[in-house]
Structures are given as C-alpha cells and as structure tokens.
C-alpha cells in the first residue's frame, strides 16, 4: 500500500514557525542514494535542496563559499571519510549542522561522536527527513544565540578617514594582503547591500579578467573570512552564491557617521587611495569647501 506523506512533507516546516528556507547540501558518492535524497528534500516546504556532490573535495569546497545550513554526508565514503569530513565542517564558523547517511549500522558510536544532529540508515525515507529538519533548525538557532552573545561582547569600529583600517575591542586588524582589506573596504562602502562578483571584481580587482578575476575573488573571500575568524567577528560578513555584503548593524563606521551628517569627519581624504572611493572623495570635497565657502 502506497502511504500519501503530502500532509508531513508540506505542513511540517511551517508548523514549526520558522519563515526562512534551511539550505541543504548533500555529499554521497552513490549516485542513485545521492539523487534519491535530492528528490525527497525537493518536495519539502521551508527548504532549499542548493546541491548533491558526489566528489567530498568538491562538496567542501562549495560549503565553505556558501551559506549552508544542513549537510547529509554518507559515511562508508573511501572508508570512514564521511566522518573525517564531518570533523572539518565542525571547524567552520558557524558550523552547518551535520547528518550521516549509511546503509550500516556499525558506524554509529564513532558518529555520535561528532556533532551530528541525526543518523540516518539507507534507504532514507521522509519520516527521516522531517526529522533531521527540525533537529537542524534548532541546531541553527541555537548557533545563532551563541554568535548574538558574542556580537555582544565585540566593540567593531570601522575607520574610514584619511584610510580604511579597522578596530576590534581598540586592536587594530593586521592584514598580510593589502587586496584582503579593500575587499572588506569597498563591502563596508556598500553599506550592508549585496554585492556581486562581477561589481567586485570591476571595481576592486580592475586589471584582472573576467576569469581570472572571479578565482582570484574566491581566494580573496577565503582569506578575508580567515582574518575575520581570526579577531573572532566573522559574523560581520554574509555571503551567498556569487555574491557577499556586510553585516552593518554589528560594527560603528565613521563613513556612516559622515552620511548621518557629521561632516566634520572628512579632513580632505576618504579611504585612502582606492580608485572606487574617487568619486565619493571627490563628493566630500565639495562638500566640504561648500561648507568653507
């Protein structure tokens, strides 16, 4: 007899009370267990199933360039390589919430051993799903209180005239590469917007080509967010699928303090050299001798 889940699979995220999409990934070297997955978490309300990677190498490397907010990984990859990629996804900040997948049973006591919010034994069915979800969710707002603390104890200044630096708890940032800071720069001149690759890539990286500009971005994105963890205030940068803003809310920034109407903050130069500043130095120059006049 064929069970009809529609009443699981479309009223048990919004009963639940959450309005964003979980975002989804999933990493199995079996193509039809991979696909089989992908097909059930399609059908499911209040998610977003983003990608299914039968490559682990692959598979990290996307989850760590793209908010995500669920992982299933198959275990009984190469070996017990589901969970040695499971220990690296832990070390993310913050970290996805993580479920096994397997055909076996023997695998569970060094699984429970990580993070994981769920076990999940082949052939996977909707039951399971709906759970994982839920589990996940709490996973994740429970991360999100623990990053609210911490914003709490971070005072995040935002230095914008003559030159760009920036101020964790009266420390000033150290950047090794000078392209890393005006990344973050020209994001906190965005005043929290999105922005793409592409507005990147022309404006901070103006002599790269399109695809050697796009790969150089990545690695710039991956440096930044490891400067950021560094003084603990990665919470400060939100990015997506081809694209990264600025957090706003979570930092003072003189630029925006200038916008407010404390003019007196510019003193003949904004930001430094940066080519993409020019016109809004130019704008504050005029103000400026307006003022004088």
Request: glycine share 6%; aromatic share 12%; with cysteine.
């Amino acid at each position: 007899m064929q069970i009809d889940h529609s009443g699981i699979i479309k009223g048990a995220e919004h009963a639940a009370g959450y309005a964003e999409d979980l975002r989804i990934v999933a990493i199995d070297n079996d193509p039809i267990s991979l696909k089989q997955i992908g097909d059930l978490i399609t059908q499911m309300d209040g998610v977003k199933y983003q990608r299914g990677f039968l490559d682990v190498l692959d598979g990290i490397a996307y989850i760590k360039e793209q908010r995500v907010d669920l992982v299933f990984i198959a275990i009984s990859m190469y070996s017990d390589q589901g969970i040695i990629v499971a220990r690296q996804l832990e070390e993310m900040n913050p970290p996805p919430a993580i479920a096994f997948v397997t055909w076996r049973r023997d695998y569970s006591y060094d699984a429970w051993k990580t993070n994981a919010v769920d076990y999940i034994l082949k052939p996977v069915k909707i039951e399971d799903l709906v759970r994982t979800v839920g589990r996940a969710r709490y996973y994740k707002l429970f991360k999100e209180i623990e990053e609210r603390k911490n914003v709490s104890k971070k005072q995040i200044v935002m230095k914008c005239f003559p030159s760009f630096d920036v101020f964790v708890d009266g420390e000033i940032v150290e950047f090794t590469y000078a392209k890393v800071k005006e990344l973050l720069a020209f994001l906190v001149y965005q005043q929290g917007n999105w922005c793409t690759i592409d507005q990147i890539v022309f404006s901070v990286l103006e002599k790269q080509t399109e695809k050697s500009g796009k790969q150089y971005y990545r690695t710039l994105m991956h440096r930044l967010k490891n400067v950021l963890e560094r003084y603990g205030i990665q919470f400060i940068l939100e990015t997506g699928y081809g694209r990264a803003r600025i957090k706003s809310l979570h930092f003072t920034c003189e630029y925006y303090e200038y916008l407010k109407g404390k003019r007196d903050l510019f003193q003949g130069t904004f930001m430094g050299t940066y080519l993409w500043a020019e016109d809004a130095n130019a704008f504050m120059t005029r103000e400026s001798n307006r003022v004088v006049e």
